[in-house]
């Protein structure tokens, strides 16, 4: 694989409370990239493969009526184009799969859960 794209889901709005915004979960999944894999090329038009990150959150714990504590689902995936082979060995379709998956489920305050998220987006690790 010589270039991706990266593609955040629309946050929720506990994630957004969070203070989490889509551009700064890509802007941490580049630098975990170019970090690890130098020569990778990040393209928006890169269609065949692309990083797909979704993070949703949900308060867990209030105090004074504020929201004090988070639970955040955090999933990260690698999709490439595969071509679907029957039986016979003829093509029956080319679609897009996850090759690569990894996910966590985050708890804490709103400090800690957001210090965890750009652990688990670590490509390095392996998947679950």
């Keep these: 694989m010589q270039r991706l794209d990266i593609l955040v889901e629309e946050l929720d709005q506990p994630g957004k409370d969070l203070g989490l915004t889509c551009e700064s979960i890509k802007n941490q999944a580049i630098v975990a990239l170019k970090r690890d894999i130098p020569k990778l090329k990040i393209e928006s038009s890169s269609l065949d493969s692309f990083i797909y990150i979704r993070i949703s959150s949900a308060p867990i714990g209030f105090k004074?009526?504020?929201?004090?504590?988070?639970?955040?689902?955090?999933?990260?995936?690698?999709?490439?184009?595969?071509?679907?082979v029957g039986d016979d060995s003829v093509e029956t379709a080319?679609?897009?799969?996850?090759?690569?998956?990894?996910?966590?489920?985050?708890?804490?305050?709103?400090?800690?859960?957001?210090?965890?998220?750009?652990?688990?987006?670590?490509?390095?690790?392996?998947?679950?």
């Design 64 to 84: 004074s009526g504020m929201r004090t504590e988070f639970a955040s689902d955090v999933e990260v995936s690698l999709q490439r184009r595969v071509r679907v």
């Design 94 to 128: 080319v679609t897009l799969a996850a090759v690569w998956n990894k996910g966590a489920i985050l708890t804490g305050d709103r400090d800690e859960v957001t210090s965890m998220i750009p652990s688990c987006s670590n490509t390095s690790a392996g998947g679950s």
